[in-house]
């Protein structure tokens, strides 16, 4: 089974999941299925993750279903936006609200730089049974948005060691200290391990 069947829409994610799994098939729910409201109900990432890995593999069983939940806390903000990134300025928020959101809200307490730290979650639904993985990078956020490159708050974090935002590291070197690169090395060992029982 070569196929994992990512349980998301966003275009930014599934471009790093299909990158990082290379030797695997990696699809889209939706380039199988009609897209479906799940209800991100959890309290933890983790929660929210396997909320979403469970709704996809009832609609596609005996798959490898991966969803990734994902944000960014700042410790200025009392760990906000959280769970919350994906709709920080409002349920049908872009990527570029968010960021000018969170800009704005340390802009509000006359604040620079904070420290922040980015928190991937990965469920993997499969016919044996759920599995969770984790990712982390710290770093700072700062009140202005820098470079073009990645997706969502990246343009205004600066990860810990570094003194560019991952708006403006090359590719390659935020693959490499990337939290949602370190929870799918975790979740490729346990597909690996899946795909031995398989065949």
Do not use: C, W
């Not at 790093?16 to 409201?37: C, G, H, M, N, Q």
């Not at 708006?167 to 031995?196: P, V, W, Y």
Request: no cysteine; aromatic share 10%; proline share 4%.
């Amino acid at each position: 089974m070569k196929r994992i069947i990512i349980a998301s829409g966003n275009k930014g994610k599934i471009k790093e999941i299909k990158e990082f799994f290379r030797d695997y098939e990696v699809v889209a729910y939706t380039d199988l299925i009609s897209p479906i409201e799940i209800e991100e109900n959890g309290s933890t990432f983790k929660e929210n993750a396997i909320i979403k890995a469970k709704a996809i593999y009832e609609k596609l069983p005996n798959n490898i279903i991966l969803a990734d939940d994902s944000g960014i806390s700042v410790e200025a903000l009392n760990g906000e936006p959280g769970i919350y990134s994906a709709r920080y300025a409002g349920i049908n928020a872009s990527d570029k609200d968010n960021l000018y959101k969170l800009i704005n809200e340390l802009k509000k307490r006359k604040l620079k730089i904070s420290p922040a730290f980015y928190t991937a979650a990965i469920a993997i639904a499969t016919p044996f049974g759920v599995f969770t993985t984790h990712g982390f990078l710290r770093g700072d956020v700062i009140d202005e948005a820098r470079g073009k490159k990645g997706f969502g708050y990246d343009p205004m974090f600066i990860p810990k060691g570094f003194n560019k935002t991952l708006g403006e590291l090359d590719e390659e070197i935020k693959q490499k200290i990337s939290h949602r690169n370190k929870a799918l090395s975790l979740a490729k060992i346990i597909i690996e391990i899946l795909n031995t029982k398989i065949n």
